[in-house]
Nanobody
Framework: VQLQAFGGGLVQPGGSLRLSCAASGFTLDYYAIGWFRQAPGKEREGVSC????????NYADSVKGRFTISRDNAKNTVYLQMNSLKPEDTAVYYC????????????????WGQGTEVTVSS
């Protein structure tokens, strides 16, 4: 059973990245999925959450209108499309599974993926 986040990298301000959260050994269909980030010296914060049936998508105010969460059940993968990136988006991004979303918080979190680093800098 493994959950892995990847797709991070170095991007200039205003650029875009798409992060992927892929599962092996279990099916993401039955979970709510959350994206979180932790910047150096700061606490981890919730970025976005998508409910099990894709009915609900929630975003932190700081990323609303710029980030989009989605899932591809056929690929057993959840994505975080990040546009109009800002230096303050620089962080290590993690994905996790849970029972349901409460805002950008996951309730009943089970699996956490290894983080992927995003650096927004000119």
């Amino acid at each position: 059973v493994q959950l892995q986040a990847f797709g991070g990298g170095l991007v200039q301000p205003g650029g875009s990245l798409r992060l992927s959260c892929a599962a092996s050994g279990f099916t993401l269909d039955y979970y709510a999925i959350g994206w979180f980030r932790q910047a150096p010296g700061k606490e981890r914060e919730g970025v976005s959450c998508i409910s099990m049936a894709n009915v609900i998508t929630n975003y932190a105010d700081s990323v609303k209108g710029r980030f989009t969460i989605s899932r591809d059940n056929a690929k057993n993968t959840v994505y975080l499309q990040m546009n109009s990136l800002k230096p303050e988006d620089t962080a290590v991004y993690y994905c996790a599974t849970g029972n349901y979303c409460s805002g950008t918080t996951l309730i009943g979190s089970a699996y956490w993926g290894q983080g992927t680093e995003v650096t927004v800098s000119s």
